[in-house]
C-alpha cells in the first residue's frame, strides 16, 4: 500500500485553504477585544512586599467556616486558577461554598533576590495564614497548594500543623528524583551556584524555555499551526491567547529560593530525605497530621503522578486520599472534566 | 483595534485565490525551482506559496496591536516553516511516488529516497545548511533565552559556524598565549580569561548544534519505519506534518533523556554563565573605577535590607512585638471611637449654642479639644511611617 495519497492538486488546494484560513484567522485576531484574566471578584486583604492576599467574595450567604488558600507556585501566575469565567477552578470551589483566598506572590526584582525559602513558607505563607484565622476568628485553615506551591504547603504544614486544618496538594512534586522526572533530570548537573552568583534573581524567559524544551516541536511549533483554526473562531481565539498570555507571563525567581529549591530539592531530593531545613527547623513529613488530599495528573509531564503519590509513604497522618485526573499538568485547571471533578472532588472531601 | 476597513482582505483573497489557480500549471516548474534553489539558503523565501505568507507579514506586522505582536510573529514563522516542510515534502513525495510498490526491491527503493532527505539533516548537523528549520526549534528557544541573558543577541555567534572556525580559533589561541606583561598586565589577563571562557562556550554551543543534528535524522528514520507499517494512508499534507511532528518528539526525547545529553546541557548554560559572571566582574571593575556603585555593592545591600527586613518581622512576631502591635490596634479604635464622641459633642452644641450663654466656655473646650486632636494626629502619621510595608484591611462583614 502507498502511504501518501496526495494528489498535486489537493497538497495545493491545502496549502490554499491554509492561506486562507490564516488570512480570515489575522483579521479576526486584529478585531479582538483585551484579554481578561482573573475575573472573579476579590479583594485585597493583606499586602506585604510583592505579595497580596486576596479574598474572593463568597458565592453563597454561608460559606464554609474554615476557608481555602491556595497557594500556587513562584513560577508562572496564579491567575491560572482563575484563568476565565468558564475555566475556574476558584469560581468552581466559591460556587461550592468555599470561601477562598489566594496568594500572589507578584513579580520578584532585585531588591527580592535574597528572599530564601524560610522567607516564603515562614514568613509570607505564616502569616497570610494568620491574617485569615484572624479575620475569621479561627485557628487553622484549609491549606491548597498547587505544584511548588504544593511542595511549600507539605513544608509548611509540616513545620506549622497546629495551623492546618486539612491539606490539599495539587500536581505537587514530592520525590524529585522519578525516573520519569525529565526536569529533574536536566537540574542534576547544572551548576546552580554559578547560576544565581551571575544572575541574581533567574529570568522568567530561562524558565519558558526550559519548559518549552520539555516538548519543543509540539510547544513551539505545531500549536501554532493549530492556532490557525482556532483563529477563525473568535471565542476559541480568545480562549487560545488567553493560555498564551499565561505561558509566557513568567516573573522571574528569586535568586536565593532558585538556588536552594533547585540544590535542596532537585539536586538531593531532600524533601523525603528529611534534609531540609527552614529557619532552623527540620522539616518533617511526618508531622503532617491533619488529613491530605494529594490530587495528580496521569498524563503530567512537568510533574510525573509517581513524584506525587510517593507523598503517601512519608506524611505521618493515617487520613490520607488520592484523586487521579486523567489529563496533563494545565488540563487539571482548564479542561472541560476539570472544571467538574477538581473542585467537586475537594469539596466533597473536606465535608 | 484596528479598523477592518483599512485591510485590503476581499482584494488580497481573490488575488490569492487567481494565484492559486496557477499553481496547478506551475506545479512541474517549481518543483523544478526546488531542486534548484536546495543547494543556496533562504532558497525558500522565492517559492510561491512562502511568498503569501511574506505578504501577510509584510501587510500585518506593522498594523497588529503590541500585545499580540509575538503571537502574531511565532504564528507567521510557523505557517513558514510549514509551508516549507510542504514543499520538502512534496519533493521527496515525487521520488517516494515512482516507487512501485509491487517490485521486490521497493523497501530499498524507499531506502535510498529517504537518503536524500537524510543528507539535508547531515548538512544541518554539519552547519552547512538548514533548509529544514523545523529541527531548529529547540536552539531557536536557547538562543531566545540566551539572549534575554545576555548584551548581544542569542544568536549573535550563529553565524559564526557558517565561517571556517579554525582561523578564528587561531586568532583566539594566539591571544590566549600571548604573555601578560607591563602596567595592565591584570588587565590583559582577565581579557585573556575572558575569551577563553567564550571560547569554551561557543564550544559547547557547537557541541550542542551538533547533537540536535542528530534528532532530525533519528526522526527521519522513525517516519520511514512508520510509513512502512501504515495500515491507513496518510491523505493530507497536515497528516504528514502531524506525523513528523510525533516522530520528531519521539527522537528528541530518546535524546534529552539521556545522560550524555544532561551532561552536554548543563555544560552549555554553565559555560554561559560562567563567561557572563566573568563579564559582569569586569564591568564591576570599571564600574568601581569611575567611581560609580557595582553590582556587587549593590548585592550587599539588598543582602542587608533582607536581613532587616527579617529581623523586623521577628521583633513584630514576639511576646512584646505583638503585644505593641495589639496595643497600636486598640488605640487605633479608641481614637476613633473618641474622634466619633467629639463630632457628636460637636454637632450637640453647636446646636444648642444659640440658646445657652455659656457658649464661649464651651467653645474655648473645643478649641483645646481641636488642638489636642492635631497633636494626636501628628502623632498618628509619625508612627505610622515607622512601620514596615504592611497593610491589612479589615473585613466588610464581622460575621465573615
Known sequence: MLAFQIRPEQAMQEMLDFNQKLGDGIKNLMELDGINVGNTPKEIVYQEDKLTLYR??????????????????????????????????????????????????????????????????????????????????????????????????????????????????????????????????????????????????????????????????????????????????????TNFLRMEKWIFDSPDQAGETFRQFIKEFYQQNGLIKNQITLGGYRVDLKNITMPVLNIYATEDHLVPPDASTVLKDYVGTKDYTEVSFKGGHIGIYVSGRAQKQIPTAITEWLE | MTDKTDLPFEDWLSTQQQYFNTWSQMMQQTMQTVNAVNTKDNAFSDLPWTQGIEWYKKMFTSAMPDELQTVFDKLMEQSQAYMQFNTQFIEAWQKLAQVDHKAENWQHLWNDAFKELRQSFTQVAQGQHANLNFFELPLDNWWRAASTLSGLPGDFFQNMKQTPTHHFDEHINRLLSMPSVGYTREWQEQLQEGARLWRNYQQEQQEYISLFGKVGLRALDLMRDKLLMAEQPIETLRGVYDLWVDCGEVAYAELVTTEEYSKLNARLVNAMMAWKQHEQNMIDDVLGTLNMPTRKELDSINLRMQQMRRDIKALQATENGMLVSELQHELTALRAELEALKAKKTTRKTTTRRKSTTTKAAESKTTTTAAQQKKTTATKTTASKSEPNKTELKPKDDNQ
Request: net charge negative; proline share 5%; glycine share 4%.
Open chain 1, 56 to 237: 474572593y467574595t463568597p458565592f453563597v450567604d454561608k460559606p464554609n467556616s474554615t476557608p481555602i488558600i491556595i497557594v500556587y507556585a513562584l513560577v508562572n501566575r496564579p491567575y491560572m486558577t482563575d484563568l476565565q469565567e468558564d475555566r475556574s477552578l476558584v469560581k468552581n470551589l466559591l460556587q461550592q461554598g468555599q470561601d477562598v483566598y489566594l496568594i500572589d506572590w507578584g513579580y520578584p526584582d532585585q531588591s527580592d533576590r535574597y528572599l530564601t525559602l524560610d522567607d516564603y513558607i515562614n514568613g509570607y505563607i505564616h502569616r497570610c495564614v494568620k491574617t485569615i484565622c484572624k479575620r475569621h476568628n479561627i485557628d487553622k485553615v484549609n491549606v491548597l497548594g498547587i505544584c511548588q506551591g504544593g511542595t511549600f504547603s507539605l513544608c509548611y504544614s509540616a513545620l506549622h500543623p497546629e495551623y492546618v486544618n486539612k491539606l490539599i496538594t495539587m500536581v505537587t512534586p514530592v520525590d524529585f528524583q522519578t525516573p520519569d522526572n525529565l526536569l529533574s533530570h536536566w537540574a542534576q548537573n547544572l551548576d546552580v551556584d554559578v547560576m544565581v552568583d551571575t544572575l541574581g534573581n533567574i529570568p522568567g524567559e530561562l524558565l519558558n524555555w526550559t519548559f518549552l524544551s520539555m516538548k519543543p516541536f509540539r510547544l513551539t511549533g505545531q500549536k501554532y499551526l493549530d492556532m490557525v483554526n482556532s483563529l477563525t473562531d473568535t471565542r476559541a481565539a
